[in-house]
Structures are given as C-alpha cells and as structure tokens.
C-alpha cells in the first residue's frame, strides 16, 4: 500500500523537488554536529527486535566503495545485535529516480531506518523522506540536510581529509626513498592522481593528500587525471597509465575500482590506494591506504531510533569517534619509518597542532589565501558565503559535514576537467 501512495504522490513531489531538492517551507540552516544535539526532537522509539534497516548500494562488493559500506553495515548490525533478518542490501541502485523506487521498497519491506551511500542519491532520497515521514533516511556524503529542514532526513561524512593527508605523508616518504636511492632528482618527483568527478569532495581529498606529501617531500608535484565515473575499471586503469607515461613516480585514486592498483602492479610503481588494502593483488607496490569507517555512524543512527532519539541532521565522523582509519602501512613497498611518522603526524591532527589545510602550506596562483568563500548552504544559486578560513586555516568539515574545500592550488595540474 505504500509503494502505491508513492508511485500515485510521485509526480506532486518531483514538482517540489526540482533539481536541488528544495523544501517549500524554506527552513533556517542548522549548524553541523558531531553528536546527537541534547534538545533535539525525540524520534519514536521502536524495540530492538522490530527494528530493521534498510541499504542502498551504488555498486555491488566488486566496489572498494561500496564494499566499505557494506563491510561497516554487517559490523555495526552485529554490534547491535540485529540478525541477518532484519537488515536489508540494494546494490547495484543508480543515481536517479531507482534510487527512490529502492527506498519505498524497503518501506514496503518493513525498514524503519534507510541509508544510501552515494552523492547522487541525495534528491532521491529527500523525496522519500518527504514522501515517508515515519521512516529515518540517512544520506552518505550529501550536502543538503542541514537546510533541508525534514525531521527525518540526515546528511554524514567524516575528516577524511585528515585520513589522506596521513597517506600523503606515506607517499612523500617514499619519494624521499626513491630520491636518496637516485632513482630520480628531487626535482622530478611527481605524483599521480585519478579522480572520478571534479566535485569538492575530490578536490579536497587530493589536495590534502598532496599537501601531505608536501609536507615531508617540498619539491613534489602532482598530476590529476579524471574519469567521469565513481566506478570504471578501464577508465581508471587508463588513467593511471596516462599518469605513469607522464612520469608519475608513484599514484594515489580517489575512484572506485581496482583499475589503478593493478596498473600500478604491472608497471611497478608505488600506489597509496583508497577504501582498504590492495595488498592481496598488488603486494609489490600497495603502501597504505584511508577509508572512512561507517559503523560508527550506523550504530548511532539505528540505535537512535532504536530509543527513539534524534539523529543529528549533519554528522561528521572524526579520527577519535574511529570514523577515520588507515589499513597497516605495507612494510615491503613503504619507505623505512613510515608507521612511526604516520603516528607522529596522527597525533598532531588529533590535539589541534596541525591543521590539513594550513594557509601557510600553498599558494593560489601563487598568491596567499587569506579568505575563502565557501558554498556550505546549498542555497539555489550555489553561492559562496561563508567564509571558511579561521586562524590560518580552511576549516574543512566545520560548516556542513560534506567536503567543499574547491581551491586549485598551486603544485598540482590538472590533466582534463571535463567532468
């Protein structure tokens, strides 16, 4: 009956949707939280045992991405004591209108508490919330939560940023390797990048990763090639042959597949891989990877409506909630004393000394940032208006959950912005 009223109400709703999702009652911004705020709305409760959650996947397990997402789902329902019954897995549920057809199935199916865990979903799911008010959706990477203004619909994200920086610093030790061992001058150590899209998300994870590796490796450079597509094997592993002619010496993605791994396998070139080891197939070349951990964020969100209490409309996950991990630095390819300076470089982002994005680190056309103007409001017009830049830094993370760091700085090229 449900899905009837969905399919019925379907058109109503993309009226209201619009391109941007908005909501008619034009609600008032709310401030990005890391915790449940103490006078929230309670949600109404509903027992462990008639609780069942629902997930809507991108890709399927063959996705480093999406299998992290499902990785944490599995752990953070066994954490809470929930059986195989009372979950539920969409994969393979495209960025459009299926997205939406997924969530009112699994509303059909039972589900109290429904994620999605790709940027596009986000209008789609909006509309379910819209359309389900008595069903908590809770939407992976997206921006609009905070001005949405719905009781039960919810943006998360993590420092990631933090994550890839420390991966950063990996990579630029292992420059230094490869320098001292006269593998090529200083000069010459240039890094690759494949990037999916041109969004700010992308953006913000390459550039803290080259600043990373700046901060250990001055000289270093960096080219960034872009797919188009979260997920292309082919296109990624081109892109990373590309970037391998150019004379990268050593390549980092922020897409999906294994495409650049194993590239970087064949041709012998280090790789610093996103959203778990690549040790198993590329144990030559695999130093470290970043991954955002998601249980934590699950298990707070069912558990909220397991006890009936608000979910913070825009979370962000952190080093020390264990929202942002690396794997194990891979001894045979990484630079001697890697782990030790990865710890080192952890603890100053975690007691403040050490700020990603440091003013005083890069330049913008080769002038200093002393103000940036970001876009966290998601307004219709996507204009810049809050300025990010406090005590020296841009203050990632602060103003919404999802990235919007968008510099081009100085130090890295970009190959092709097509998309």
């Not at 188009?228 to 042959?241: F, I, P």
Request: with cysteine; glycine share 8%.
């Amino acid at each position: 009956m449900k899905k009837l009223i969905a399919l019925v109400l379907a058109l109503v709703l993309c009226l209201s949707l619009a391109a941007c999702g908005g909501n008619s009652a034009a609600p008032t911004a709310a401030p990005k939280t890391d915790a449940p705020a103490a006078d929230a709305t309670e949600a109404p409760a509903a027992a462990a045992a008639n609780v069942k959650v629902g997930f809507i996947f991108l890709h399927d397990e063959n996705s480093t991405y999406d299998l992290n997402f499902m990785n944490a789902a599995k752990e953070a329902c066994a954490n809470l004591g929930l059986s195989e019954d009372q979950y539920v897995f969409r994969t393979n549920i495209p960025e459009g209108q299926e997205c939406y057809n997924a969530a009112a199935e699994l509303v059909d199916d039972g589900c109290n508490i429904i994620f999605a865990d790709s940027f596009g979903h986000e209008d789609y799911m909006i509309q379910a919330a819209m359309e389900f008010p008595e069903v908590q959706f809770c939407h992976a990477t997206g921006t609009k939560a905070h001005t949405q203004g719905l009781d039960n619909f919810h943006n998360a994200f993590a420092s990631i940023y933090e994550g890839r920086y420390l991966a950063g610093v990996a990579a630029g030790m292992k420059l230094n390797e490869m320098i001292e061992a006269g593998a090529f001058t200083a000069e010459e150590a240039k890094m690759g990048y494949v990037g999916a899209f041109t969004y700010a998300e992308v953006i913000s994870g390459y550039t803290s990763f080259y600043l990373g590796a700046k901060s250990v490796c001055p000289s270093v450079t960096m080219d960034v090639t872009f797919t188009g597509s979260w997920y292309d094997e082919t296109a990624e592993k081109e892109g990373a042959n590309k970037l391998i002619a150019g004379g990268a010496k050593l390549v980092s993605q922020h897409a999906d597949s294994m495409g650049a791994p194993t590239a970087c396998e064949t041709a012998g070139v280090p790789n610093v891989s996103y959203n778990g080891s690549t040790l198993s197939a590329c144990p030559n070349t695999f130093i470290v990877s970043s991954r955002i951990n998601w249980a934590p964020y699950y298990e707070l969100a069912i558990s909220a409506v397991m006890n009936g209490e608000a979910i913070p409309a825009d979370y962000t996950g952190t080093i020390a909630t264990g929202s942002v991990v690396l794997t194990d630095v891979n001894e045979q390819a990484a630079a001697a004393g890697t782990a030790d300076k990865i710890a080192e470089v952890k603890a100053a982002l975690e007691n403040g000394s050490l700020q990603v994005f440091d003013t005083a680190t890069f330049t913008v056309d080769g002038a200093a940032v002393d103000s940036f103007m970001a876009d966290v409001d998601t307004d219709p017009d996507y204009t810049p208006d809050t300025e990010a830049v406090e005590n020296g830094a841009v203050m990632e993370s602060k103003f919404r959950s999802a990235p919007y760091f968008d510099l081009k700085i100085d130090g890295i090229n970009l190959m092709d912005t097509a998309f």
